[in-house]
């Protein structure tokens, strides 16, 4: 729990209204940025602008207070948050006051954060990698006396796996895990495993492997947790499907449609391996085609920019056909942090997801598709249309907690 | 009706399928294009793109086929419709071979073009003026043996007129237009008027008085034609409707919204006087507002730039505020002929005002906002939720013609 | 003298290599940016990126170092250096770190800033101002042995007064001056006749009156000072003169160049002021048409949108026609805060003024155009032309030093 | 000759004024625009607007009349011009009145086209498609009795062949040549060769191998022919040569210069192979580097978009740091007909080679690096100080004629 306490928390209040979010990449710059958010969102020294979930559409539904909200994680690295958040501030990404108010925060979260798993140092059988990781959030659980954890991942993006066996069979896949030989997984799929071993809700933000794994997803429905994906949709993905279907809507026909995204900062520094990079494009142009049509010419770079750190570019470039033939043009070129545009997603996900969970919601839900590039359980990718989803299924499970909350003072402790 | 006959015109179908376009300043640009596009369509020489109504969405909705709708108007240009479209070949905005292919179709349509209301050169009560375009409207509909016609205004925006009382009360509207000394109405009413005495149904496609006077729209109402307004949304305002919401779904704030809008041709010059501008501003910003709020900073401006012909660009600058006030620009550019973004939306009004009418609706159809910058009966700006509601509209509107009509075969002649 | 010495001051340089820079607004953003670029430069604690005269192109000419110029100056405004240094750093414009190591150098040069000249509240003769302007440069060059002192003038933009005959009469001018009921004369000629007076370089860094007037002129050519202006070239203009003469040199034809400008800040509260913008507009559009030719159609608009603060965006939009009429358009979108890219501009201007007026050149400047909209002495706007007479101008006037420097010890001790 | 004589061809001037022009590549659409523009233009049917020496900078200089050049060349394709340049009519590229009025220049010209030589379908020695080809161009010089021609190499990009020693050898290219089973060269060093066996003028439009091989370099020095390259710099390379001057002279830091090029046509389909874009994108990148810096971050993408047809449109994302460290983002959008920026400096490099023939230049002239991305005999990239040089020497050359034309009616016979 934060150590601030805000009029939010009322002393009546049962413990186990609290929910965990365990962010795997705990120390990278979303890490960060969720961590210095959370606590100074939670102490209202600033509002929670950039979350989805604190909007007017959600009045009414029980989430989980921000303050109610417990930040752990695992990281292969051992940078304390506080340095990196005073690596943000320098940037001219977080304002250095809240650096400052949240010191105590970061801190707090920090000795949340235990290893993370490196497929590069590991050794012997993976399970023994599953079975840590997971212990590692069973503990923060029991230790805050967490009603429900919800298990995150933002650690960088992977490369694509070459198909094997094991990733289309449980048993399998039990067995790669345990043989001290064993093909090394990605390392997503540990980290999914943990989630599922753990009993936590899960959310995969990035384009990786993790529960794409017909053998990994197998588990988790049989698990029966609460799951979301995949790539976070946050920016240039984002305004695509916000404005492609006003282009069918219209009746133009989409020529082409071409990207190139400028970033620097770690992430920039990843995409720029041309293997790690294939997930992600090839998870941004699918929903473009979806909407406008396989025909659609999409050429889409990446380019590493150290220079620009943290803030991405993205220029696209549209070229439709309407009457007559006659030709139109649209451009946009959106820029902003990349990591301030992830952020709230991860506190939006942590409280949908524990929603959900309360709710007695198992297995995928589509309806979260509204956060990513890469819906899983969906074929929607139409902004407006996964707004609309989202909402009716934000109250719909509301409806769910009611029906099922006894007293009813429970159910107050929740809400904005 | 089109001189060069169809497969579509099967030769049983009964000739009052047929549905006249009555377009106020039908040798202008945009006319000029409408009558070319539904020429060049109606015989299959061109697909139907920029139509809204030719989508999939539509389908098993009984419009009036392309080849069924008879163009003709009113304006106070004498060019034939011939060199007009020659002018448009040449600024490079019609592809020549349209052109050529439509010369039947543009002599036929030029025909039924009749001289337009000039207030700088009426004498007399303007109710004469009033009567006299009536006549030609249902001459034109007798003529043609057309089941109806639908009115669209494409004039030139007007100043924005001071108000007056007769503006609200139809009693002292009557007296105006009765009296040879009666002060000038706006010509946009007078366009309005002999609408409402044909019976025809209307749409307004300019920012002009028109519909908007209380008294003119109760004159329309106790008539019982079917319309809808008012000023197309083609360019930059399509786009802003289509991309605030997503801001407003991310929880991100808009702090401004500047934009500035270069165009020549016939429209830029009538935009280029301040008094005529203001109601277009006005329109354009509305919309903006009601999504974002009204605290929005939105400096607009177009501009008369004459060498650009006919070709629109339209800058917008947007800043939102993000995660921990995080700043997040996006900015979007434009570019298209304008009149080819007007023209396929004229077809679409009359097809749905004709089978509105059809269904037997009355009154204004606020689901037809969708084609509109300040939607008339309608307080939806939201692109996709217009797209929604045109579309549920669409069906229900189907629904209703099918359960009027005992015999199948008039349905069947409907249809994309 | 800033305080903290460098290994720059060697101890036996004279003290009367000192030159003071006089900054009428002193007090404002461009102001606060001078004195923390100043202190931090002239400590070696940042580089002299972005001024001119740091470049390789000077090396060899004696201009007065960094660490060897002093800060004073006029404002209205009673608020701190250190107050606005702070405020700009919470804006994001300054790093807070460089506004903490300048705290010194910030409060030495508030305590060399005088109440300024403010006509609203003037009484009794306008040369006593004059002279109590005056006698506050004489007093700050003898305080600290300044062997010269550069008054720039960086106060708000003011509106273009009305034609007058005390504006092209030198004796009129002193009349009116006298005169306790005399008519009031824009503030930045008393400014700029308070230069004069004190015999200081003079440089205009606004597009206002001062000594466009041919009174005010004729006395600074009496007195002997040297000047140069007017309206610092520091964005937008400064691509257009970059870039037209590109589209001369191709043959082609520029049909327009529209532009839209966005930015908050003080600058853009005054620039909303429709006077006060006018003369800055005349200002921007006169280089233009003397590259690309008078039939230009050029709109141009300055939009106050205060939540982009100090962040100036401007968009330009360049119709040119190429070979057999074909359409060429490029697009420029610049953004920058206006007060950085300013800031050095004025160090500069005080490098080189005092290089000229130590070389024994009087009057009028015209090769120092390069740093301006609207060059005074000179009808030269491209960019690139500028560059290489201030190029040969710095030179020469280098020769013209050596030439009068009998002991080598004194220009030994100028440089970078 | 073309087949319209004008007023500009007087009777009694002497037939060796004549001058010719010959493409390879002569029916690329290039070659097409030239063949339209050179006869429309001869014919003063359009201003010879995009043509450099039309400019005002020219006057005085005894240029051959663009009436006075006759085109010729080689080609793979068989299409006839009248055929390609209907294309490019119905693409919207050339105004079908021009191809129109061309129609008897297209033919004419394209009788002088002969069969271009063809790699992968050559036998025998290579040194006999030398002597057929130059025999051609003797042929053409003959039978139009020209005084001199200028060979424009404006064929498709070619892959950067990998270094031979016969690349550096002329005995050994001699040898290579001689040889039935040679190894094969690439086609352009085959043009230059034959270019330099007729002892023509000779201009390398692309970014291929031909003279930058120091053994072909040899050969045409030797033959004393006189020669200009490489690689037309005709959109986004000509921009960053104007602009990135501007940044270093006002001592801003370039850390970073993007871009993204679309297009279509045939070039975009070309490039869109990675080897053959490869050396054109060390040709767009190498001027930048040598203007900014090495340290410049300058990813730069060129993507294959069909359906854009040949417009070409490039973004550019520049980030500088300013003073103080602040940030600094300027981007560029150009959107232009490729064909059309290319084909007057097609004319300008005939006219400009014609002319230091007369004059007796022999070997490269450096001075036509304003035309080129990677000018051959020059480190100037900056392009303003290409057009002072240009410019200089052009008058010079003209200087040279003067003084070598003993009949003063020779160089009358000159001029625009």
Redesign the interface.
């Known amino acids: 729990m934060l150590d601030t306490p805000t009029q939010a928390q009322a002393p009546g209040r049962p413990a186990d209204d609290r929910v965990g979010i365990w962010l795997v990449g705990g120390r990278g710059s979303i890490g960060t ?1 969720v961590a ?2 959370l606590h ?1 969102i939670a102490n209202e020294l ?1 509002a ?8 007017d ?1 959600f009045v009414g539904v029980p989430l989980p207070r921000f303050a109610d909200l417990v930040l752990g994680g695992h990281d292969i690295s051992a940078t304390p948050l506080v340095r990196r958040a005073g690596q943000l501030a ?1 940037s ?7 650096v400052a108010a949240a010191q105590a925060g970061l801190e707090q979260a920090d000795r949340e954060i235990r290893p993370g798993y490196d497929p590069a140092t590991h050794e012997g059988a993976q399970a023994d990698a599953v079975h840590r990781l997971a212990a590692d959030i069973t503990g923060f659980r029991a230790r805050h006396g967490l009603r429900t954890v919800v298990v995150v991942d933002v650690a960088s993006t992977e490369a694509i796996p070459e198909d094997r066996p094991e990733f289309h069979d449980p048993d399998l896949l039990t067995q790669v895990l345990a043989d001290p030989d064993g093909v090394l997984l990605p390392a997503s799929v540990i980290t999914a495993l943990a989630a599922i071993e753990s009993g936590s809700g899960y959310a995969c933000f990035t384009p990786s492997a993790a529960m794409t794994l017909p053998s990994v997803r197998a588990l988790a429905d049989a698990r029966g947790i609460v799951f979301a994906g995949q790539d976070g949709k946050t920016g240039e993905t ?2 695509r499907t ?2 492609a ?2 282009f ?6 989409v ?2 449609w ?1 990207g ?1 995204n ?1 970033l620097g900062g770690g992430d920039g520094a990843t995409l720029a391996d041309p293997e790690a990079v294939r997930s992600k494009l090839a998870s941004k142009t699918r929903g473009l085609r979806s909407l406008v049509g396989e025909h659609v ?1 999409a ?1 889409l ?1 990446i ?6 750190g943290d803030i991405k ?1 993205a ?1 696209d ?1 549209i ?1 439709a ?17 990349d990591s ?2 992830a ?2 997603l991860i506190l939006d996900l942590a409280r949908l997801l524990a929603l959900a969970e309360r709710a007695g919601v198992r297995g995928v839900v589509p309806e979260l598709g ?1 956060f990513f590039k890469d819906p899983w359980g969906s074929d929607v990718h ?4 996964q ?1 609309t989803e989202l909402h009716a299924w934000a109250h719909a499970t509301a409806a769910r907690v009611a029906a099922t909350t006894t007293t009813s003072g429970q159910s107050e402790a929740f809400g904005r």
């Open positions: 940025t210095v958010g100074v600033a929670p602008t950039g979350c989805t979930t604190a909007g559409a320098d001219g990404m977080i304002p250095p006051r809240l984002l305004l916000a404005i279907p006003m069918v809507a219209r009746g133009m026909h020529h082409s071409a190139a400028l010419v050429p770079h380019d590493n920019v150290p220079d620009l570019t220029w470039h070229h056909e309407g009457f007559l033939g006659s030709r139109i043009t649209m451009q946009t070129i959106w820029s902003a942090y301030m545009l952020a709230p509204f139409d902004f407006s249309q707004t």
